[in-house]
């Protein structure tokens, strides 16, 4: 089965840095690599998602990357604000299509 | 925006009873599921639900938990017998298609087993 590991656990930026987190997994079947944003009190929020048919994903401050030979995907974001701090989650299918396996989490902290 | 609504935000039940966790998906949405997350661990896998029944499940859902979709709107997970270790935050999510892109979670029922 999918066996998705993320660091790292803890990371803490000054504000306006970039920010990169990583994620391994191990079914090479899998295609489809989200990452969710977890704030205090709520639930898991998506945030950025990639399929294993492209390199890299961008959305505005965030983006995601992908190396299939590997079996890696890293979220990168750029110009941290406060407000991006959260627990950030990476997640792979466990197999085929079945549900997603998550990563350990992040915890982000943007210093003002 | 639409949203996955969880009832209650917070449960406290004394061990061996029973709790409905009560969820409203996505109306739209075709496939359902709850995670659990016990404190600063990661977002576990409990069971997905599609057509009316279980399509998965993981080796925590064992026979003391039980999913229900009553009616058109609701999706519930009953926990027939708690025990100490079922303490966690229970997150139901959605999703349109595919069964696993682009889940949305709610806020959670922050269960705690006394």
């Known amino acids: ?112 | 925006e639409p949203e996955v609504t969880q009832t209650p935000s917070h449960q406290v039940t004394q061990m061996g009873q029973e709790v409905i966790l009560r969820c409203v998906p996505i109306s739209n949405h075709l496939y359902f599921y709850w995670y659990r997350q016990i404190l600063g661990q990661k977002v576990e896998f409990l069971v997905s639900f599609y057509n009316n029944e279980i399509s998965e499940k993981s080796e925590i859902f064992d026979d003391q938990f039980s999913v229900e979709r009553p009616d058109g709107s609701n999706f519930t997970l009953k926990i027939r017998s708690t025990k100490l270790e079922d303490s966690a935050m229970y997150f139901c999510a959605s999703s349109y298609g595919t069964g696993y892109e682009k889940l949305f979670f709610g806020s959670g029922t922050q269960l705690s087993v006394l």
């Not at chain 1, 000054?14 to 997994?25: F, H, L, M, N, R």
């Not at chain 1, 945030?47 to 890299?56: A, K, M, P, Y």
């Open chain 1, 1 to 112: 089965g999918e066996n998705v590991e993320q660091h790292p656990s803890t990371l803490s930026v000054q504000e306006g840095d970039s920010a990169v987190i990583k994620c391994t997994y191990s079914d090479s079947a899998s295609n489809y690599f989200p990452w969710y944003k977890q704030e205090l009190g709520k639930g898991p929020q998506l945030i950025i998602d990639i399929r294993s048919n492209v390199g890299e994903k961008k959305d505005q401050r965030i983006a995601v990357t992908l190396n299939k030979t590997a079996k890696h995907f890293s979220l990168h974001i750029t110009e941290t604000q406060p407000e991006d701090s959260a627990v950030y989650f990476c997640a792979a299918p466990h197999s085929g299509n079945t549900p997603l396996v998550f990563g350990k989490g992040t915890r982000l902290s943007v210093i003002a």
